[in-house]
């Protein structure tokens, strides 16, 4: 049976970079995270266009890749950022990942954010961001040094667009589900099971992990790609699941239990 109460931070031993349990708003805290995804973007846009960041790869001893024929689409927003075709697409990447978190926070999410959770959540975004840019950037490990280099026909770039699309909307889809679910005041108490969550206990990890691991390839080819997705594997197994896991357990009790019995995986279905 689940419990009717809010779990305090002391009864769990996990810990996550958001509380678990403490449904309450953050107006500042919130608007903290939300303004350092929105500078994410800005942030990406100077290294994209070659105004800052460059000199990280110089220090290191890396070449920077000369800058292609920029995009003419005839929109003057588009236009006017100065950017090859392969490159607004990376940016777009990382806009379209902001707009789902600003959604997810403003739409979904219960939990009040803590100030250094906003910090630290914000920030790992944007530096892994960061770099996956830089190595695009940089001659020798760029997904752009490639034999079709930096086209929109480069097979880095488009098998990257297509996990990519796969793996946000899925994580995506992921919070519509459990939003509709616990909109509906007969599911109070009890722990969404269906959908996507049918197939695995954490499928918006996965999702997580496959936009992570396909941003990568996008900008600096498989190798990139394998080990950004053999990372968030393990942190997603090792960090956010056993925190959740604790907090679901002492939540929801036996229904919990039962879950996870009838659905044994957590991130990849007869895998993981």
């Known amino acids: 049976m689940a419990r009717p109460d809010a779990l305090s931070q002391t009864e769990l031993r996990a810990k996550d970079f958001v509380p678990r349990g403490k449904k309450s708003s953050s107006p500042l805290n919130t608007t903290l995270f939300l303004g350092l995804r929105v500078l994410d973007c800005l942030i990406q846009y100077s290294i994209l266009s070659q105004l800052y960041g460059t000199g990280v ?9 000369p800058s292609p024929p920029t995009l003419h689409a005839g929109i003057a927003p588009i236009d006017a950022l100065n950017l090859s075709a ?3 697409v990376l940016l777009s990447m990382t806009c379209i990942t902001t707009i789902k978190h600003i959604w997810f926070v403003l739409c979904v999410a219960e939990e009040a954010w803590t100030v250094s959770g906003a910090v630290i959540v914000a ?3 944007t530096f892994w961001n960061t770099l996956n840019n830089l190595l695009f950037l940089c001659a020798t490990t760029s997904a752009a040094s490639s034999p079709r280099g930096e086209t929109l026909a480069n097979l880095y770039l488009l098998v990257g667009v297509a996990l990519f699309l796969l793996g946000i909307g899925a994580e995506w ?5 459990r939003r509709q679910f616990k909109a509906d005041v007969r599911n109070k108490g009890k722990p ?3 959908g996507l969550f049918s197939l695995v206990r954490h499928p ?3 999702g997580y992990t496959l936009w992570r691991a396909s941003g990568a390839m996008a ?3 498989m190798l990139s790609a394998t080990l950004t997705g053999v990372f968030f594997l393990y942190d997603f197994s090792s960090r956010a ?8 357990s002492k939540r929801y009790d036996n229904m919990w239990t039962n879950y996870k019995q009838k659905t044994p995986y957590t991130l990849v279905p007869y895998v993981l």
């Open 173 to 177: 889809q992921c919070e519509i589900q």
């Open 241 to 248: 699941i056993p925190a959740l896991d604790e907090y679901c």
């Open 192 to 194: 969404f099971t269906g």
């Open 204 to 206: 918006n990890y996965s």
């Open 219 to 221: 900008t600096s080819g």
């Open 57 to 65: 790869i110089k220090l290191f001893g890396g070449t920077i890749r």
């Open 123 to 125: 920030a790992f975004n």
């Open 86 to 88: 392969y490159r607004a």
